[in-house]
Every structure is written in structure tokens, then in C-alpha cells.
């Protein structure tokens, strides 16, 4: 008999140990493969990726190409003679391809923004009850930064002013952000003044979120824009128009109707999902509907009715940034990061998972035909074409209601389950929740009411810097190892970490947003400060959203003094060790242009394009006081940014200080004694 050779050899499957350095994980990825189910870390090993792509220089914005410009074997030597059809160079194709990413990334980021405007405009205009604002004090903080007047005079006489009149005003001058035919967005006031100037300079201040994106797709279709620095400086400009402006307003209008994060406890990881009570999952991006799930699963007659069902409750639980909004705001747990987006149903035990928009897998509908998991899609631009996806389309004036359909629907699914449930045990617990007020409220102290003792402990050298450690999971890196190597590399050398996304995620699950980390991973400096106030070294700010979170925090730190004028002058690093995707691209460059050096990991699509990438990774400097940089390495990555946070703690003169701390613990107790 012939023996077919191909049906012999086994399928290519990732091995668990090389795709993650999460034990839950492996031992998930261990189960999908027993039951031959393939998930993403399977896929990435039998899938390359195309080598031309990933440095940034293939073209296919109109058919006579796509033009890829492969680099020469040995690099190039004397001129660049490569070319597409249409004479392109490397440099003009990589920054179109570039700033397309950043439109990606800016339209994704902004488009989230204008659904929670428009949410907070049904609010204002009464529309629905289901919304209601949650944190009046917010609202007023925010309403002179849209130029809304928070006081009117009567008879000479300041009075307050009409609450819902304050608050439709705001609703109009944030949605008008969009679109406004003139001026240039208001948030950006909010900025240092010196970095306001170099925008005004570099004329990169956006006009209106949607303008910028579209200027993107303009200037990048075939034959506009051929000079990559005047590409850049469009998607400087669409990147602004995320990070102080989409973004921005998405975090602060969230603040606003569901409540202002506050230091909250909960857990993290696949373990938070519990075999006896009902568990669903919500997955995405906007916080507009779980907001609505976490109040309907808390509801007596929902309980109550999951009792009926035989549960013992309800479990909810969040994938990527949808979780890190609900677990800021109520604690509710994050299963996992966005690559353990499909491990969640491999459990078993997930009765729905809901998903919005952004980060989701469309396999998620193939893995959950293996199971009783119901994949429910919810918003209109993001739906799936597989036949066992639910679509439900949630709206704001029936929120709701929608809400309790979409749980009633997971009770329901819980009598369906089959004998396959294995949950893994792990999960760790965590502290989050520091939004740019609760960091102001831990390390400001009441008495002085701004960042006075973060300042303070900067420039007596016991902390030495900032650390923005952000972004993705990227099924080519080992799950969460560059994550956890940078985070503890920095900590260990006493800078302090503020993290979002899904590294919030991954810190989390290792255990590492617990005050108690403080003694054992950071140097003795960010230790004794953790410890004296009760903070972990590593903050969780929130979602992607919420990275303009730290442009304020930042903003804050320079407005508190003593660390010069600007955020470029603080002693502060960014960094993505494992990023994937566009929004990543949009949020670094807003990190650059508003003064950060922010290194990526992984790889960065630019580097087929020497010169374009001196660009970014040294010229950029000049123009905005930060720059990009990749490297891959972990350890190499965090020391880059500790040698640019020293750098700048030298031209600040408190270098010194800082070498204090260093050498002589005991030196400094005796002082401090005396
Ligand atoms: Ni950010 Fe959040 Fe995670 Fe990356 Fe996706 S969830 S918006 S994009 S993968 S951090």
C-alpha cells in the first residue's frame, strides 16, 4: 500500500514554552492543540511573514504594482538607486506606509472617541437615561480646556452656571472636534507651552480629527506627497490629532459618564474565569456597552435568573482594552491580553463572548464552533461573516436593554457546556486604576495638591525616571516576555512605570501592580517610595485610549517644576516592546512629536528606508525633542531608555543626586536621621 507522506507528517503547531512565557497560556495552547484546534501562535509558526513588508518598502497604492524595493545584499553602497514604476524611492514608500498606519491608527483611536461623544450628546440632550454623568467634578475640570464657561456673572456677581446647559455646550465643541472648518483643536492647550510652540513651528497643530486622516489618504495616493519629511509632517499632525485630541477626549468623556478611575483590586488572567458561575467575556475596545454588561450582570434578576440556570453567579471578564476600562472602573478582571483572545474559548467555560470593535480575531468564530461558546458581535462597523456569530446591535437608547438580551443570552448558554471545560488555574492580583488624578492624589499629598513628591523624589535621584511602558501583544515575539523583561529592567533600576494596554495586562498577570512587588524587583530608591506611600512601581493608567493619560501625567510633572519647562526635558522614556498594530504606530508618533523618546520592539516598518529611518530615529529630535528608536533586545531596550533618562537628569543637573542614592544607602540614612 502507498503511504501518503503528507498525510504522516504531523501539522506544524507552536510549541507552548517558545510562544509564551505565561504558564496558563502554554497550558491553553497545550489544550487547543490536543483537540486540534489551531489558534494564532500555531499560525505564526507556519505563516512568515514577508520580509520586504516588514521593512516598509513595498508599494501598492495604485496597480502598476505593488513595487517592492528589496535592500541590496550588503546594504547599499554609494547612491540609492532603487525605484518604483513611477520613480518613488524607498524613503517616499515607507513614509507613505507609514502614516497610513498612522491614519489607521488615529481614525481607530478617534472614531472610539466619536462614539463616546456621541453617547455623552444623547446624555446631554436627554435622550437616554440609560447614561447618566457619573463625575459631575470632571465635566467642570474639563469644560474650560473646550473653551466652555463654567461661571456666568449676574448683577456683578459670579454665579455657577447651569449644569446641563454647561454640559450640552461641551457636548457640541467635542463633537465639532471632528469636523470644525476652522482653528485648531482645543485640547492642544493643555500641552507645556514651549511644546505648543515647536507644534505652532513645525505647523503640525491638527485642524480637526477627520481632516487629518483624510489629508493622510490624500497625500499618500499615487503621485501627491513625494517628500517623506513633508509626508511625516502630516502624520505628526493625524497623530496629534489622536493622542491630544481623539484619544483625549475619548478618556476624558469616558471619565466623565462612567467615573473617574480610582485604585481598585482585582485579578488577572484565564484563572479569573470560574467552571460553576456563568462566564462571559467582553472583548474590544469601547467601554460604552460592558459598561452597560458589568451593571446588567450585577443585577438581582440577572443573578437570580443564572441561579435558575444551576450557576452560582455570574463571572465577567475582559480581553484587551475593553477589560482594562471596565477593570479600572469596577474591577472587573481581564482574562488575558490580545493574544489570549482565543484561549478564552478554548477553556470550555466561556458561555458569550461579546465583542465591540478593534483587536479582535476573526478565528475566534472557527474556535467557538469547537464549543457552546455563543461570539456575539455588537457594533455596526465590525461585524463577522462566519454563520454561529450573534450580531446585536447595541445602541445607546436602548442600552440597557441590549445589555440584559446579550447576558440573558449567556445564562442561557451555560446548560450547553460541554464535558471539555479546563480553566487554568493561574491568576494573579493586581492593583489598578491610577488615573492622572488618583497618581496626583498618592504622590501629590493633599497639602500640596499636584505631583510635588513625584517631582521631589525624581530630583533627590530616588526615582529615577519615568517609564511608559505600553501596547500590544505580537504573535511573532514570545508572549509577554519582552513585556515583563523591559518593566522589571526598569523597575530594577529604580524608574517608574506607567503602563496601559495590554502591557498593563501582562504585568498584571505576572504579578507585578501589587504594592508588595516593590521589594522585591525595584532598586532601593523606587522601592523605599513605593513602600512609604503604597503604590506599586508599576501604574496601570488604563486602555490604549488612556496613553493620553500619560501625555497629561507628563504635562503634570512639568507643570509641578523643578524638571525643566517641557516634556522633552523630563527624564522619561517610551517604549511598545510588542507591539502589532497601527494604533501603536499613531501613538508612538504622538509620543515623539510631544517631546518622548520611544523605543518599539519586535520591528519597525521603516527600515528598507535608511534614510527615511535617520529621519525618525535622530532628526525628529530637533524638531520636537523626541525620537524613535527599535530595538529588540529587552534588556538592551530598557537600558536605551535609563542611558536617555540619565542624559536628561544630567542636563537637568540632578545627576548628582541621583549618584548619591547609588553609592551610599547608608550615607543617606544618617543624613536623613540628623
Ligand atoms: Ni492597544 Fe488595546 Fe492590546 Fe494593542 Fe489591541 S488591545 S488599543 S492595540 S493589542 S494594546
Known amino acids: 500500500m502507498a503511504v501518503d507522506k503528507k498525510a504522516e507528517k504531523a501539522p506544524k503547531v507552536a510549541d507552548p514554552i517558545a510562544a509564551s512565557i505565561d504558564t496558563a497560556t502554554q497550558q491553553m495552547i497545550r489544550r487547543a492543540q490536543e483537540l486540534n484546534i489551531e489558534t494564532v501562535f500555531d499560525r505564526a509558526v507556519t505563516m512568515k511573514p514577508c520580509n520586504i513588508g516588514i521593512q516598509g518598502i513595498c508599494c501598492k497604492n495604485c496597480a502598476m504594482g505593488p513595487c517592492r524595493l528589496p535592500l541590496p545584499k550588503g546594504g547599499i553602497e554609494g547612491e540609492d538607486t532603487r525605484k518604483g514604476l513611477c520613480g518613488a524611492t524607498p524613503n517616499t514608500i515607507a513614509a507613505r506606509n507609514f502614516i497610513r498606519m498612522i491614519a489607521g491608527g488615529a481614525a481607530a483611536h478617534s472614531d472610539h472617541g466619536r462614539c463616546v461623544a456621541e453617547v455623552f450628546m444623547s446624555v446631554a440632550r436627554k435622550e437616554t437615561t440609560d447614561y447618566q454623568i457619573k463625575d459631575p467634578e470632571k465635566l467642570i475640570a474639563v469644560a474650560p480646556n473646550f473653551g466652555v464657561a463654567t461661571t456666568v456673572e449676574v448683577d456683578g456677581e459670579t454665579k455657577d452656571r447651569d449644569f446641563d446647559e454647561i454640559v450640552l455646550e461641551v457636548a457640541k465643541k467635542a463633537m465639532a472636534e471632528w469636523g470644525k472648518p476652522e482653528g485648531s483643536l482645543h485640547y492642544l492647550n493643555r500641552a507645556p507651552k514651549p511644546l505648543q510652540e ?33 509626508l511625516m509632517k502630516q502624520g505628526t499632525r493625524a497623530a496629534l490629532a489622536d493622542g491630544w485630541g481623539g484619544s483625549m477626549i475619548a478618556t476624558d468623556l469616558q471619565d466623565v459618564l462612567f467615573g473617574t478611575p480610582n485604585p481598585i483590586q482585582s485579578e488577572a488572567n484565564l484563572g479569573i474565569m470560574k ?8 472583548h474590544g475596545h469601547e467601554p460604552v456597552l460592558s459598561e452597560m454588561i458589568v451593571a446588567a450582570s450585577q443585577s438581582k434578576e440577572m443573578l437570580d435568573y443564572a441561579k435558575t440556570k444551576g450557576a452560582k453567579g455570574i463571572q465577567l471578564g475582559g480581553i484587551c482594552c475593553t477589560a482594562n476600562e471596565i477593570l479600572q472602573r469596577h474591577g472587573v478582571p481581564p482574562a488575558g491580553t490580545f493574544l489570549q483572545q482565543e484561549l478564552a474559548i478554548i477553556t470550555g467555560a466561556c458561555d ?3 465583542v465591540d470593535i478593534q483587536c479582535v480575531f476573526q478565528n475566534l468564530a472557527n474556535v467557538a464552533k469547537c464549543f457552546h461558546t455563543k461570539v456575539i458581535t455588537t457594533h455596526p462597523i465590525a461585524r463577522m461573516e462566519q454563520d454561529n456569530v450573534l450580531h446585536i446591535e447595541f445602541d445607546e437608547h436602548h442600552a440597557m436593554d441590549d445589555a440584559k438580551r446579550i447576558v440573558k443570552l449567556a ?3 451555560f446548560t450547553n457546556r460541554g464535558a471539555e471545560v479546563m480553566i487554568p488555574r493561574q491568576k494573579a492580583t493586581q492593583i489598578a486604576g491610577f488615573g492622572v488624578e488618583a497618581i496626583q492624589y498618592q504622590l501629590g499629598g493633599t497639602f500640596r495638591g499636584d505631583y510635588f513628591t513625584l517631582n521631589d523624589n525624581i530630583i533627590n535621584g530616588r526615582i529615577r525616571g519615568i517609564g511608559g511602558v ?24 529604580d524608574v517608574i512605570v506607567l503602563t496601559t494596554g495590554c502591557n498593563g495586562i501582562a504585568c498584571a498577570m505576572e504579578g507585578l501592580l501589587t504594592p508588595e512587588t516593590a521589594g522585591v524587583f525595584c532598586g532601593p530608591g523606587l522601592a523605599e517610595v513605593c513602600e512609604t506611600v503604597g503604590i506599586p512601581p508599576v501604574l496601570h493608567l488604563g486602555s490604549c485610549v488612556d496613553n493620553s493619560r500619560i501625555l497629561l501625567a507628563a504635562t503634570e510633572v512639568v507643570k509641578a517644576g523643578g524638571l525643566g519647562k517641557d516634556i522633552s526635558d523630563l527624564p522619561a522614556a517610551g517604549s ?22 520611544t523605543v518599539f520592539g519586535v520591528n519597525l516598518p521603516v527600515t528598507g528606508a535608511p534614510v527615511f529611518q535617520d529621519y525618525l530615529f535622530k532628526e525628529m529630535e530637533n524638531l520636537y525633542g523626541g525620537k524613535w528608536d527599535l530595538i529588540e533586545d529587552p534588556i538592551k531596550h530598557a537600558q536605551a531608555m535609563i542611558a536617555h533618562i540619565d542624559k536628561k537628569r544630567k542636563a537637568l543637573g540632578i545627576d548628582k543626586a541621583r549618584d548619591r542614592v547609588l553609592m551610599d544607602m547608608a550615607d543617606r540614612q544618617k543624613l536623613e536621621s540628623a
Open 198 to 230: 515647536k507644534w505652532k513651528k513645525a505647523g503640525v497643530e491638527p485642524r480637526n480629527i477627520d481632516r487629518e486622516i483624510v489629508e493622510i489618504m490624500h497625500r499618500t495616493h499615487m503621485g501627491v506627497d513625494q517628500d517623506y519629511k513633508n
Open 576 to 597: 511598545a516592546p510588542e507591539w502589532m498594530s497601527e494604533k501603536a504606530i499613531s501613538i508612538g508618533q504622538y509620543f515623539v512629536a510631544s517631546g518622548v523618546y
Open 411 to 413: 445564562i442561557d448558554n
Open 352 to 354: 458569550a463572548m461579546v
Open 275 to 282: 467552571e460553576d458561575h456563568v462566564n462571559i467575556i467582553v
Open 470 to 493: 505600553v501596547g500590544c501583544n505580537n504573535a511573532r515575539a514570545r508572549h509577554n516576555e519582552a513585556h515583563i523583561a523591559v518593566v522589571k529592567e526598569l523597575i530594577k533600576n
